[in-house]
């Protein structure tokens, strides 16, 4: 088993930004790749970036392109997300996730592991 605990996040002014951490411990030797992922009020749980290793790789959803980063610290096992120039429509519970399989893939469904959600809202 794999352990995600998160933190960060809060209330932002549209155009600031915010920065979310996720630790994992515990059976981490098989974890190839972690991302984020976030779920607006009715919608679906949807991709916003990841993180694949070796060696390290990004991938982003087009809407936040440009503004979101997402890295890791290879001594803690954990991964950041460093979001930038925040718009509305960026609002919603923030989820880290975790998936054991090397194989890229955008769809919740295809991770392991999730943390525990934090929330994002950025006001206009």
């Known amino acids: 088993q794999v352990q995600l605990v998160q933190s960060g996040g809060g209330l932002v002014q549209a155009g600031g930004s915010l920065r979310l951490s996720c630790a994992a411990s515990?059976?981490?030797?098989?974890?190839?790749?972690m991302g984020w992922f976030r779920q607006a009020p009715g919608k679906e749980r949807e991709f916003v970036a990841s993180?694949?290793?070796?060696?390290?790789?990004?991938y982003y959803a087009d809407s936040v392109k440009g503004r979101f980063t997402i890295s890791r610290d290879v001594g803690k096992i954990t991964v950041y997300l460093q979001m930038n120039s925040l718009k509305p429509e960026d609002t919603g519970v923030y989820y880290c996730?975790?998936?054991?399989?090397?194989?890229?893939?955008?769809?919740?469904?295809?991770?392991?592991?999730w943390g525990q959600g934090t929330q994002v809202t950025v006001s206009s």
């Open positions: 993180i694949s290793w070796p060696p390290d790789s990004t």
């Open positions: 996730a975790a998936k054991n399989s090397p194989v890229i893939q955008y769809a919740p469904k295809a991770y392991d592991y």
């Open positions: 515990g059976r981490t030797f098989n974890t190839y790749i």
